[in-house]
């Protein structure tokens, strides 16, 4: 097993890595290949963290890391940094090559000063790598209750005392919704790989309407595209045959979901006041594709 820097040369191999890593796990498809396509000439990827895993000449395992910031709620920031895409080829994973080619990654990047990593993705993996919720260091999720332990938002002190103390709230890089914020371009950079089918499978993580945050669970609740296929990205009260079925605003789309909330608090542990659903909205839609500017 050997760890390196990843080379110009293996992008191509390294994307469809990526590729074939995520697709139909966290979501119907997957757009990660692309999110490292495009952060490579992003002013917060971090190159001396693009590493590549090595097994018998072939390379089986990829991860990068980014720039990111903690808002401290004050108007001011901190720097702080995230990683991922990292990849394991399918047919080497669950045979501790992640957890290998992570805690060396973390391992350089301690080396290099970065003193806090916080991240999205599944605690039961990540805790082995020193990971644990990043509510417990009082670091906050952009998209959920401040006073919310969310599972798969995960934090780590490389340099014990780094945070000093502090509160803050966390927003993903904007570099890690390059598909959302460029449907167009994802969409021919991913018609240059081998066609896939896109399902939804157990294990995923929740699926929302990009346009209303209606729950997907399966095909049915999904629109549809211009040429009859399913659109995985929208619900069907909201898409159909290739177009938006309300020309709205994104305040008047909030306005219209509220009379749900009766609805969504059967699925809540703690019910909300249409005040509170609405408050929850605001914050959320923002970072829905139709809705992100």
């Not at 917060?44 to 963290?49: A, H, Q, V, Y």
């Not at 082995?128 to 999720?141: P, Q, R, T």
């Not at 909300?272 to 970072?287: A, G, H, L, R, V």
């Amino acid at each position: 097993m050997k760890i390196r820097l990843e080379k110009t040369e293996d992008y191509r191999e390294v994307e469809n890595l990526t590729r074939e890593a995520f697709w139909n796990v966290y979501r119907p498809g997957c757009t990660e290949h692309f999110v490292l396509n495009q952060y490579r000439t992003n002013p917060d990827f971090i190159p001396e963290l693009d590493l590549v895993m090595e097994e018998d000449g072939r390379i089986i395992g990829h991860v990068m890391f980014s720039k990111a910031e903690l808002d401290l709620g004050n108007g001011t920031s901190r720097q702080s940094w995230t990683f991922g895409p990292i990849s394991i080829h399918p047919d080497y994973k669950r045979k501790g090559y992640g957890l290998k080619l992570l805690n060396h990654a973390l391992d350089k990047a301690r080396q290099m000063g970065i003193g806090f990593i916080c991240m999205e993705g599944n605690i039961e993996f990540y805790k082995h790598a020193g990971f644990d919720l990043a509510s417990k260091l009082n670091i906050h999720y952009h998209a959920e209750p401040k006073d919310a332990e969310v599972p798969y938002f995960l934090a780590q002190e490389l340099i014990p005392g780094w945070l000093g103390g502090i509160e803050a709230t966390y927003t993903p890089p904007l570099g890690y919704f390059a598909a959302e914020e460029n449907p167009e371009a994802f969409e021919a950079y991913e018609s240059t790989f081998p066609k896939k089918e896109k399902l939804f499978c157990d294990g995923q993580l929740p699926q929302f309407c990009q346009s209303c945050g209606m729950p997907l669970t399966s095909a049915a609740d999904c629109g549809t595209n211009a040429d009859g296929s399913t659109n995985f990205d929208y619900c069907k009260f909201c898409y159909s045959d290739g177009k938006f079925q309300q020309d709205c605003t994104m305040d008047e789309m909030i306005e219209h979901c509220l009379q749900f909330v009766d609805e969504v608090n059967k699925n809540m542990p703690k019910p909300m006041t249409k005040d509170e659903y609405k408050q929850m909205m605001q914050s959320f839609f923002p970072m829905l594709k139709r809705w992100r500017k």
